[in-house]
Antibody, heavy 119, light 107 residues
Framework: QVQLQESGPGLVKPSGTLSLTCAVS?????????WSWVRQPPGKGLEWIGE???????NYNPSLESRVTISVDKSKNQFSLKLTSVTAADTAVYYC????????????WGQGTLVTVSS | AIQMTQSPSSLSASVGDSVTITCRAS??????LGWYQQKPGKAPKLLIY???SLQSGVPSRFSGSVSGTDFTLTISSLQPEDFATYYC?????????FGQGTKVEIK
């Protein structure tokens, strides 16, 4: 059973950098899956941020691409998100998720972590 | 980006009712769509993938169908645990895009 666990600071200052890590257990990050980040502002809908393959290949949402970097650390079986120049609009619950091989749907999710952008 | 227009935004129903939620894609996406259920404070849960395939462990009262660019999630005989918000997500191309969500509430 694959499990994903997000970790990182819950509070980030405006204009700072949001950094989160998603630890993968019960499976290998080097499998034939894509690993994504999704966010949800309080009381609002879901937004796909981007994804990474274990080779380091990435795809990003154009709306965030200039500020986003997703990276993978195969030795630690984890992947990470960095979002620069954050504002209050980046306050959200951030989820990591796996897109499985059978279909590109997200079959495993982390529990989510709330990141608040505030001084 | 492909727009996913989901309707209705909310609905009220009773236990035992059948409910239908629709997502319309702004262009053809084959059958590359999933449906997710989200309860308050929880991560989304995959119900249906590839438009009509039931994810393992999901009750058979959930079903999905497609007609052109219109995708439908049907819950037959609504159960108390089904009151939640439902989202569609197209995985045909990038960026992945979600519908706006449908909140299913108790009548």
């Amino acid at each position: 059973q694959v499990q994903l666990q997000e970790s990182g600071p819950g509070l980030v200052k405006p204009s700072g950098t949001l950094s989160l890590t998603c630890a993968v257990s019960g499976g290998s990050i080097s499998s034939s899956d894509w690993w994504s980040w999704v966010r949800q502002p309080p009381g609002k809908g879901l937004e796909w941020i981007g994804e990474i393959y274990h080779t380091g290949t990435t795809n990003y949402n154009p709306s965030l691409e200039s500020r986003v970097t997703i990276s993978v650390d195969k030795s630690k079986n984890q992947f990470s998100l960095k979002l620069t120049s954050v504002t209050a609009a980046d306050t959200a619950v951030y989820y990591c998720a796996r897109a499985g091989v059978v279909a590109d749907s997200f079959d495993y999710w982390g529990q989510g972590t709330l990141v608040t952008v505030s001084s | 980006a492909i727009q996913m227009t989901q309707s209705p935004s909310s609905l009220s129903a009773s236990v035992g009712d059948s409910v239908t939620i629709t997502c319309r894609a702004s262009q053809g996406i084959r059958n590359d769509l999933g449906w997710y259920q989200q309860k308050p404070g929880k991560a989304p849960k995959l119900l249906i993938y590839a438009a009509s395939s039931l994810q393992s462990g999901v009750p058979s009262r959930f079903s999905g169908s497609v007609s052109g660019t219109d995708f439908t999630l049907t819950i037959s005989s609504l159960q108390p645990e089904d009151f939640a918000t439902y989202y569609c997500l197209q995985d045909y191309n990038y960026p992945r895009t979600f519908g706006q969500g449908t909140k299913v509430e108790i009548k």
